[in-house]
T-cell receptor, first 115, second 113 residues
């Protein structure tokens, strides 16, 4: 158990809809990152939040957005869903700003299917 | 742009064998390298974290090495067991929130009873 939880476990949406995924980090971890993992691929970095501000972003369009809250919870929002957004979405928390020296702890993921 | 490659993509060995999984990365300017295990449809479990100044880390039957100058890491699993069957992912941290972790595609490992 890493202490990182995600909800929901599974989600089915239709193309064009919007979705919100949630993550609860380990207590004391003020850095949270989100990743997208397509089937058979390694996770791809979406963005990172540190103390409620985005401080890094991967190659994902603006329709992927996030929020981090003071209680160590965070959200990933995806607008205008596309079929290619179907994937496992993972959040990871660590206690350092860049995760430079600290282990990143991953949650169990949310499986999103877009029809 | 950092790229991570894992070889082999899949591996099947009999129980009890020692085995080595390989990871290579293109940019040697890294903070650390982390090995993860992923069971089907599940999240990632951290196995070992090697800082850029370290050469190896050990945990139980697992040993990970890092040669930063050549851009390589290996994960050694001793006396493999059926419960070791999973996908093993290598990820490098190149520093700075802008990059996050860069992952390889993983090695799918099957240990035959």
């Amino acid at each position: 158990e890493t202490g990182v939880t995600q909800s929901p476990t599974h989600l089915i949406k239709t193309r064009g809809q919007q979705v919100t995924l949630r993550c609860s980090s380990q207590s004391g971890h003020n850095t949270v990152s989100w990743y997208q993992q397509a089937l058979g691929q390694g996770p791809q970095f979406i963005f990172q939040y540190y103390r409620e501000e985005e401080n890094g972003r991967g190659n994902f369009p603006p329709r992927f957005s996030g929020l981090q809250f003071p209680n160590y919870s965070s959200e990933l929002n995806v607008n205008a869903l596309e079929l290619d957004d179907s994937a496992l979405y993972l959040c990871a928390s660590s206690s350092s700003r860049t995760g430079g020296t600290d282990t990143q702890y991953f949650g169990p993921g949310t499986r999103l299917t877009v029809l | 742009k950092q790229e991570v490659t894992q070889i082999p993509a899949a591996l099947s060995v009999p129980e009890g064998e020692n085995l080595v999984l390989n990871c290579s990365f293109t940019d040697s300017a890294i903070y650390n390298l982390q090995w993860f295990r992923q069971d089907p449809g599940k999240g990632l479990t951290s196995l070992l974290l090697i800082q850029s100044s370290q050469r190896e880390q050990t945990s139980g039957r697992l040993n990970a090495s890092l040669d930063k100058s050549s851009g390589r890491s290996t994960l050694y699993i001793a006396a493999s067991q059926p419960g070791d069957s999973a996908t093993y992912l290598c990820a490098v941290n190149s520093g700075g929130g802008a990059d996050g972790l860069t992952f390889g595609k993983g090695t799918h490992l099957i240990i035959q009873p």
